[in-house]
């Protein structure tokens, strides 16, 4: 006897039976011209990353004897990358390249534009195979914030850095249709 899955939804919904949802453990997260310039895939690190947020400031217009609301200026919201502290202390010496790079604490010295240290941040959405769903490409990135976590002898978690990456601009790709959305990463709008 087979089974409908059309049966299995919301009823009066759409038809069908439920699409897959995307997971969020299938994912790869590479930088682009971090820390030393070169591009370090850090998939075997990552513990976990925040997807793109956008917001709008609010501008009212007062018309008559009420107000109308528009969106303003954007603006993106940081994102949260965690990544494991590992032995081979790869990941620890590109965050200090990348911060040394946008400041030099020791000699007082930062680059005289953003292009001297800024790199590019995809974040890709994974079928479980080897095939992409859709990529997050975030342009003009910049370290704002960095945590090293704590040594803790009561505890057996593995050290965990947590990231605070700032971005210009996101432009969103769906791998199975081709289409792009939001901004262009040249122009930042």
Not at 91 to 102: E, H, P, T
Not at 119 to 145: A, H, R
Request: aromatic share 8%; charged share 20%.
């Amino acid at each position: 006897m087979a089974v409908d899955l059309s049966k299995f939804n919301v009823p009066g919904g759409a038809g069908g039976p439920l699409v897959q949802p995307k997971l969020s453990y299938r994912f790869r997260v590479t930088l682009t011209g971090f820390g030393d310039g070169d591009t370090l895939q850090l998939t075997s690190q990552v513990v976990s990353v925040g997807r793109p947020s956008l917001t709008h400031d609010d501008v009212v217009v007062d018309v008559y004897n009420s107000r109308i609301n528009l969106a303003g200026k954007h603006s993106w919201d940081p994102i949260t990358l965690t990544v494991k502290d590992d032995v081979t202390n790869e990941v620890v010496r590109a965050i200090g390249s990348q911060l040394q790079r946008q400041v030099d604490h020791a000699n007082q010295f930062s680059s005289r534009s953003g292009s001297g240290y800024k790199f590019e941040m995809l974040i890709e959405n994974l079928d479980g195979s080897e095939d992409t769903l859709d990529t997050w490409t975030l342009g003009g990135c910049y370290v704002q914030n960095v945590n090293y976590g704590e040594n803790n002898y009561s505890t057996s978690d593995p050290l965990n850095i947590t990231i605070a990456i700032k971005y210009d601009n996101a432009q969103h790709e769906d791998q199975m249709t081709g289409e792009a959305g939001g901004g262009d990463l040249a122009t930042g709008g």
